[in-house]
């Protein structure tokens, strides 16, 4: 059985969990850190190279002023998320809002705080100027519809909600540059948690082929094309990790064959990626409560969808580690569970695990990106805490776990509490 990485040992959790208590997601912080350097060491021939995190996939204060320190900007779609980056100081052409369907109010947000703003649709031009002015820069999203697969996960193009057709691209650029706008970029993201290089390296084609034509069509320059998210991580073992190295060079490539002339080459290749920059960093830690022998094998754990979502949503594999028992025989099999009333609340389905026993510590892997934010409350589960595993070794805890208070606050007991007290009055049954 092929194993992965774990970046703590066993009797460091367990000092954690005595600390703590389970369930908690935990971030490696040297981890995230080196592979932010990796990659902007992989892009450094890009004269303006910038990722922006996708914050929705790991939306904590922490992580994006951690990435905002390693260079990265923040992409954005909601008016959470901008306010988020608000308040830890990322602000202007440090965002990317790269939002669908969205409401007047987050665009007046986000041109407040000067961000880059990305639209889904020809007809939010008009919108964003009606309810939010006129941004002196402009990105549209391009959905090239049948003319690339996209993937499995995000579905073919065609059948995408997001993004302009190529024919409302040239229409959206040219009105947006009679209405005055200044400086423009291009956008795309048409796969989801990719692992094939060359999906990159011909998103990157499209694009410049596409701001050669409207070039030529508007006499428009690009400052950047935004490739979007969507590079893939190794959930499986066996799974080979994208390659940084290998997908710039394959871009280098593309970006050199540009129809155009030197001057109106885009200076800035933008990436908006999530899962690969925080995904493999994570894990989410767990007590196995229960040992259940039915029809088939169960082990109950203290963690169930509310804190990780992507088995049950959409049968994703996320590796399993019983702490201590890396190197037993994998001859069990087990469906490990959940505590929701719903059948689907499964993190593994028939998987080979070691003998686990009720209070084993399970860790699930890659759970840094999409993980702790999908999570939901159905059935009144809480969310957890989310811990950073410093650089220097030590643990900081930067989300606390959700309380019973938190999970009532948008309820109100009042008309309730007074019957419970005038009940309190005639009832002998308790005594003080
Ligand atoms: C979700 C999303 C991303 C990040 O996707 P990853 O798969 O986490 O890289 C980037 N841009 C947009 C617009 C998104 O919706």
Same mark, same amino acid.
């Given at each position: 059985? #092929?194993?992965?990485?774990?970046?703590?040992?066993?009797?460091?959790?367990?000092?954690?969990?005595?600390?703590?208590?389970?369930?908690?997601?935990?971030?490696?912080?040297?981890?995230?850190?080196?592979?932010?350097?990796?990659?902007?060491?992989?892009?450094?021939?890009?004269?303006?190279?910038?990722?922006?995190?996708?914050?929705?996939?790991?939306?904590?204060?922490?992580?994006?002023?951690?990435?905002?320190?390693?260079?990265?900007?923040?992409?954005?779609? @909601?008016?959470?998320?901008?306010?988020?980056?608000?308040?830890?100081?990322?602000?202007?052409?440090?965002?990317?809002?790269?939002?669908?369907?969205?409401?007047?109010?987050?665009?007046?947000?986000? $041109?407040?705080?000067?961000?880059?703003?990305?639209?889904?649709?020809?007809?939010?031009?008009?919108?964003?100027?009606?309810?939010?002015?006129?941004?002196?820069?402009?990105?549209?999203?391009?959905?090239?519809?049948?003319?690339?697969?996209?993937?499995?996960?995000?579905?073919?193009?065609?059948?995408?909600?997001?993004?302009?057709?190529?024919?409302?691209?040239?229409?959206?650029?040219?009105?947006?540059?009679?209405?005055?706008?200044?400086?423009?970029?291009?956008?795309? $993201? =048409?796969?989801?948690?990719?692992?094939?290089?060359?999906?990159? !390296?011909?998103?990157?084609?499209?694009?410049?082929?596409?701001?050669?034509?409207?070039?030529?069509?508007?006499?428009?320059?690009?400052?950047?094309?935004?490739?979007?998210?969507? !590079?893939? =991580?190794?959930?499986?073992?066996?799974?080979?990790?994208?390659?940084?190295?290998?997908?710039?060079?394959?871009?280098?490539?593309?970006?050199?064959?540009?129809?155009?002339?030197?001057?109106?080459?885009?200076?800035? =290749?933008?990436?908006? $990626? /999530?899962?690969?920059?925080?995904?493999?960093?994570?894990?989410?830690?767990?007590?196995?409560?229960?040992?259940?022998?039915?029809?088939?094998?169960?082990?109950?754990?203290?963690?169930?969808?509310?804190?990780?979502? #992507?088995?049950?949503?959409?049968?994703?594999?996320?590796?399993?580690?019983?702490?201590?028992?890396?190197?037993?025989?994998? %001859?069990?099999?087990?469906?490990?569970?959940? @505590?929701?009333?719903?059948?689907?609340?499964?993190?593994?389905?028939?998987?080979?695990?070691?003998? =686990?026993?009720?209070?084993?510590? !399970?860790?699930?892997? %890659?759970?840094?990106?999409?993980?702790?934010?999908? /999570?939901?409350?159905?059935?009144? #589960?809480?969310?957890?805490?989310?811990?950073?595993?410093?650089?220097?070794?030590?643990?900081?805890?930067? #989300?606390?776990?959700?309380?019973?208070?938190?999970?009532?606050?948008?309820? %109100?007991? @009042?008309?309730?509490?007074? @019957?419970?007290?005038?009940?309190?009055?005639?009832?002998?049954?308790?005594?003080?």
């Amino acid at each position: 059985m #092929r194993q992965k990485a774990l970046p703590f040992t066993k009797s460091q959790i367990e000092t954690i969990v005595k600390q703590f208590g389970t369930p908690f997601h935990i971030y490696d912080e040297r981890g995230i850190r080196e592979n932010a350097r990796r990659l902007k060491a992989a892009f450094s021939w890009v004269e303006d190279f910038r990722e922006y995190f996708a914050v929705k996939a790991t939306p904590n204060p922490h992580i994006v002023a951690m990435l905002h320190e390693e260079g990265f900007g923040a992409d954005c779609s @909601s008016l959470a998320e901008l306010v988020l980056c608000e308040r830890v100081g990322v602000t202007g052409h440090d965002i990317m809002f790269t939002s669908n369907d969205t409401p007047a109010e987050e665009y007046r947000k986000a $041109m407040e705080l000067g961000a880059i703003i990305n639209l889904d649709d020809i007809s939010h031009l008009p919108f964003l100027i009606k309810h939010a002015g006129l941004p002196e820069m402009l990105c549209f999203r391009y959905n090239p519809g049948d003319a690339r697969f996209g993937n499995s996960i995000i579905g073919k193009p065609r059948e995408a909600k997001y993004g302009l057709t190529r024919p409302q691209l040239t229409e959206a650029y040219r009105s947006a540059k009679e209405l005055g706008v200044k400086r423009f970029g291009l956008h795309t $993201m =048409i796969a989801s948690n990719e692992l094939d290089p060359t999906h990159f !390296v011909e998103t990157a084609r499209m694009l410049f082929g596409v701001a050669a034509e409207l070039y030529n069509e508007l006499g428009i320059k690009f400052e950047f094309v935004n490739l979007g998210g969507g !590079v893939g =991580i190794p959930y499986k073992p066996g799974d080979k990790s994208i390659d940084y190295e290998g997908i710039s060079a394959g871009i280098r490539e593309e970006y050199n064959c540009m129809p155009v002339p030197d001057s109106v080459r885009p200076r800035g =290749i933008y990436f908006e $990626m /999530g899962r690969a920059i925080t995904g493999p960093y994570g894990f989410l830690v767990s007590t196995v409560l229960h040992k259940k022998e039915t029809y088939k094998d169960y082990v109950g754990l203290d963690a169930c969808m509310a804190h990780l979502m #992507r088995p049950g949503m959409y049968g994703a594999y996320h590796h399993i580690t019983v702490l201590g028992k890396e190197d037993w025989p994998h %001859d069990h099999t087990y469906d490990v569970t959940g @505590s929701l009333c719903e059948n689907n609340d499964k993190f593994a389905i028939d998987r080979p695990l070691p003998e =686990i026993e009720v209070g084993d510590i !399970v860790v699930i892997h %890659d759970t840094g990106a999409h993980g702790h934010s999908m /999570g939901f409350n159905y059935n009144g #589960r809480l969310r957890c805490a989310e811990l950073l595993l410093k650089a220097d070794g030590t643990v900081k805890m930067i #989300r606390r776990a959700e309380s019973l208070d938190d999970y009532f606050a948008t309820l %109100d007991f @009042s008309e309730f509490e007074s @019957s419970r007290e005038a009940n309190c009055a005639t009832c002998k049954r308790c005594v003080g």
